[in-house]
């Protein structure tokens, strides 16, 4: 029996309106609603919390900034304002304004060349007066991060001369501007710029053009304590990446004398002092320590440590040019696969760009006469130094010898050796082997702490005495995901983070949230009183300042809380050992953003009938304040309800649901049904859906809104049979839900995408229940999928069928009956449901000739069946005007076959590729 959860549980999304008659006038939604439906994004607050603003964003067309006084509640909105920043003294905003959306819109109609496109400009905002300022044909700014009386943006002058190259079209006019005084210098021919973190130093890399004779490429530091300019160096072919330390006044950059037009370029690393005149070349190929052969690269930034003591640099062998005795059009082209790599070579390829770009972390000791260590090296290429780079440790870490089982295993790509680095002593020593484990370096670098994935315990090990501890061994509680349902090693909860002086860190059971010591004197304390498991509450941790490291002894904690029972969410607040509830209610809220110095929090919240909209509360959620009111348009629709379901699957299995029905809902009439899966949805009874073209599935307050029942139920698996798992959770929820009046058994449907998919196509091989089938991206033959390739990642899938989704838990030749059961495409035969298939050529995740195989298996058979492949598209769709194609079908298959709409032409004749671009077949003939 489907049952609704009982009324302590229920969700109720929507307060039904007194007259279904005004609820009838209400129009439904269609395919042109879409562009303008919009979203928050960017939220931001002022530390002191006197001023919000977001970004409201149109999926298609003209953003816009709002700023709001929360005092006096007067707002400025800034039309196309986006990237916004909080200047550091928090008395301005700096914004770039985009171009109209339609202005650039019909200049790509007009294939306008590139330099004659509509600019970005800048908008300076006085918050106090909410004032703006705006300077036309700007590219970029920055400001410094803690302090500065001073803004640097670059002009959108680029014009394509005669004779520039590709690169020298990269170089801008840089203006610096200082906000108050409004006072401007210039500098000319920039490629690169930056602030130091303070705001005090700016280093600026110029390029002029290589016939300017006078000029050469150059690099300009500024003192903006008392604007002092001065060139550090000049007359190298190339310099690049700028970097300050955090006082400004130390300043690190590449730079090579080689040709710009040269295959290989050998880069050296320079090095300024505000107290000095010039800079000083203190690291190339022939610095002692460092390895024949190798030199500077140029695809690592060198950076400071956080004290500025150290400077660090990445390294690489010298990369041997392309043998040019040989012209390309003579060399063979082949990828060769050897059963020996580590990695296949699909896999390869993907990951070429980052394995040619490979360095090798050094640093340079400042105040040690420029001395010069190699950390990385080709045998431990991860390393990890402590207490933002400036500690003693440093963490190394290896998974080369590993790297073959990550074809099929799991565990493999956690799997490490690794190495304690002691810079002050300069030696290192393996502290593990083979280590399987989520492991974190404390922020201090006193510690190492992880959880081992094989015994699921966690651990901490002391860089000071050696010495490991198990810390959860003497509990009676799971730090391993409780609903695993994979058959492979569950993972862990997280770890939440750690506290001052790495005094000890936070993780997470299902429910509660643990603080362990890592030298294991003290035991283990549930901060949160095993509330969370009493109640079936689970508590997270909430990182309210984004730049604190480390959780402040005594520091009064947010929480978020989530109620798996009645799906409601909300926080709490722990201070010291007091757990005090704030709001616990229908909505999902947004990660709160708060006031640095005051308990002033900005958060967006939503359910599925309310538009995510802005909101701030000073008094920990007794009252909030609306700030936005992004989606009005909303209440001229009819949307939808939902509600939370339970039922007993044929399996005996309880399982739970949502049931979305729509706003102007009758008992007394019959709906026809649409059901949407995926594996589990219940937790989401909340969440919100703008209506959007799809990007694979259907959308539900858009059906919901057109008079359709939609069904998301949760699926049970058992390992071996996910297809089987499958029918007993869906159809049998549906079988319950079908016994309700108001279904229109007779007109059912079903719909999912990629594992959804797979689903779908398994599904309509069982049952004729359905009148029609959607089905995105679908493995139909586990056979060939087991072999092939997830192209976006060049991994091999095996790994899938064995350890992780697909859920068979063997490899194909030890359990050839299980892939043969849950493969589609062995029981073609047995469909009777028309299916739409959507399978793109470009996808990185399914091959598509899964879908293909499906396809030509259903026609062979004379089944209806249609495929949609979208050209040169992803997985998911990417393109919009793809996502607004796909809608369109989707609604126009459904309502033919579930509401006895006309099949448009597509369905009935389908696009011949002679006609391909000039018609769609959307019409009704």
Not at 97 to 116: F, G, L, N, S
Not at 405 to 426: E, G, S
Not at 714 to 737: C, F, K, M, R, W
Request: proline share 5%.
């Amino acid at each position: 029996m489907l049952r609704k959860v009982p009324s302590k549980y229920l969700v109720i999304c929507a307060i039904l309106f007194a007259s279904l008659t005004i609820t009838a006038q209400k129009k439904v939604l269609d395919h042109t609603v879409y562009d303008s439906w919009k979203n928050l994004s960017e939220t931001g607050i002022t530390n002191d919390g006197k001023y919000a603003a977001t970004v409201v964003k149109e999926q298609e067309g003209d953003d816009y900034l709002l700023i709001r006084n929360l005092q006096t509640k007067r707002e400025l909105s800034i039309p196309r304002g986006y990237a916004y920043t909080i200047t550091p003294d928090q008395k301005y905003i700096v914004a770039q304004i985009k171009a109209p959306y339609e202005v650039t819109r019909q200049a790509k109609i007009k294939k306008t060349a590139d330099e004659k496109m509509p600019k970005d400009s800048l908008v300076i905002i006085s918050l106090d007066k909410l004032s703006a300022i705006k300077i036309p044909n700007v590219k970029a700014f920055k400001v410094g991060k803690d302090f500065s009386d001073y803004i640097a943006y670059t002009i959108d002058d680029t014009l394509k001369a005669k004779g520039k190259t590709k690169a020298d079209e990269k170089t801008r006019t840089l203006v610096v501007r200082n906000i108050y005084t409004a006072k401007e210098d210039s500098v000319k021919n920039v490629s690169d710029f930056v602030f130091s973190r303070n705001g005090k130093g700016l280093a600026i890399i110029t390029k002029p053009e290589a016939k300017d004779s006078i000029n050469k490429p150059s690099v300009v530091y500024i003192d903006l304590k008392g604007y002092n300019k001065k060139i550090v160096s000049r007359g190298k072919t190339l310099y690049k990446s700028p970097s300050l330390s955090d006082s400004g006044e130390r300043l690190a950059f590449l730079a090579t004398s080689d040709s710009a037009k040269a295959e290989i370029k050998n880069y050296d690393l320079f090095y300024f002092s505000s107290d000095s005149d010039s800079a000083k070349l203190i690291v190339d190929k022939t610095k002692s320590g460092m390895p024949k052969n190798w030199n500077v690269s140029e695809n690592y930034n060198p950076q400071f440590s956080k004290n500025g003591k150290r400077l660090l640099l990445g390294i690489a062998p010298v990369v041997l040019p392309k043998d040019t005795t040989i012209p390309d059009f003579e060399k063979a082209q082949l990828d060769l696969w050897h059963w020996e790599e580590p990695l296949i070579q699909p896999q390869q390829l993907v990951e070429l760009e980052k394995k040619t770009k490979q360095t090798y972390l050094s640093y340079v000791d400042l105040d040690n006469a420029f001395a010069f260590y190699q950390l990385a090296t080709e045998e431990m290429p991860n390393v990890n130094i402590s207490d933002e780079n400036n500690g003693r440790y440093a963490l190394g870490m290896s998974n080369l010898n590993y790297l073959f089982d990550t074809q099929w295993d799991i565990p493999a790509r956690l799997t490490n050796d690794v190495w304690l680095l002691d810079l002050d002593n300069h030696t290192q020593k393996q502290i593990k082997k083979r280590l399987q484990a989520e492991s974190s370096l404390s922020p201090d670098g006193k510690y190492l702490a992880w959880y081992d994935v094989n015994d699921r315990q966690y651990y901490a090990y002391s860089f000071e005495t050696g010495k490991e501890v198990c810390l959860t061994d003497k509990l009676n509680i799971n730090f391993w995901d409780e609903k695993h349902d994979t058959p492979s090693i569950p993972g862990s909860y997280g770890l939440g983070a750690w506290l001052e002086n790495d005094g000890a860190f936070l993780v997470y059971d299902a429910y509660d949230i643990w603080k362990l010591d890592p030298t294991g004197s003290k035991a283990p304390e549930n901060l949160t009183n095993n509330l969370g498991r009493d109640k079936k509450l689970t508590f997270r941790y909430i990182k309210t300042d984004k730049e604190s490291r480390f959780i402040k002894n005594n520091e009064k904690l947010l929480l978020s809380v989530f109620d798996n029972k009645s799906k409601k969410h909300g926080f709490y607040e722990l201070e010291k050992s007091n757990l005090k509830p704030l709001i616990l209610d229908q909505y999902i809220f947004s990660s709160p953003e708060k006031a640095k110095d005051k308990e002033v929090y900005l958060f967006a919240k939503s359910n599925f009938n309310t538009s995510p909209d802005l909101f701030v509360t000073s008094n920990n959620w007794k009252t909030e304040t609306k700030l936005s009111d992004i989606n009005p348009q909303m209440r001229d629709y009819n949307w939808g309800t939902a509600e939370l379901v339970e039922w007993t699957t044929f399996d005996k299995k309880q399982s739970q649901g949502i049931v979305y029905k729509p706003e102007n809902f009758d008992p007394n009439k019959k709906y026809p049904l649409m059901v949407y899966f995926y594996e589990k949805h219940s937790d989401n009874l909340y969440q919100y859906s703008p209506p959007a073209p799809s990007r694979s599935i259907i959308n539900i307050p858009f059906y919901c809104s057109r008079g359709y029942i939609v069904f998301t139920p949760d699926i049970q698996y058992t390992t071996g049979h996910p297809g089987e798992s499958a029918y007993n959770s869906v159809v049998s929820g549906v079988e319950e839900l079908a016994k309700n009046e108001w279904i229109d058994r007779e007109n059912m449907a079903i719909q999912g995408q990629s594992w959804g998919g797979y689903q779908v196509a398994y599904l309509v091989t069982r049952t004729n229940m359905f009148k029609a089938a959607g089905s995105g991206a679908p493995v139909s033959n586990m056979f060939s999928a087991y072999g092939g390739i997830r192209w976006e990642t060049g991994r091999s899938r095996q790994y899938q069928y064995e350890q992780t989704q697909s859920r068979i838990g063997a490899t194909m030749w030890e359990a050839p009956d299980l892939y043969k059961e849950n493969s589609p495409i062995f029981f073609a035969d047995k469909v009777n449901t028309p299916l739409l298939i959507m399978h793109n050529d470009k996808d990185g995740a399914v091959p598509w000739y899964q879908g293909i195989e499906y396809f030509m298996a259903l026609r062979r058979l004379h089944k209806p069946v249609w495929l949609l492949q979208y050209n040169n598209e992803a997985h998911n769709l990417k393109e919009r005007r793809n996502c607004k194609d796909l809608s369109i079908r989707l609604q126009q298959f459904f309502d033919h076959y579930l509401k006895g709409e006309a099949a448009p032409v597509w369905m009935k004749s389908g696009v011949p590729a002679t006609e391909k671009g000039k018609t769609y077949g959307f019409e009704i003939k």
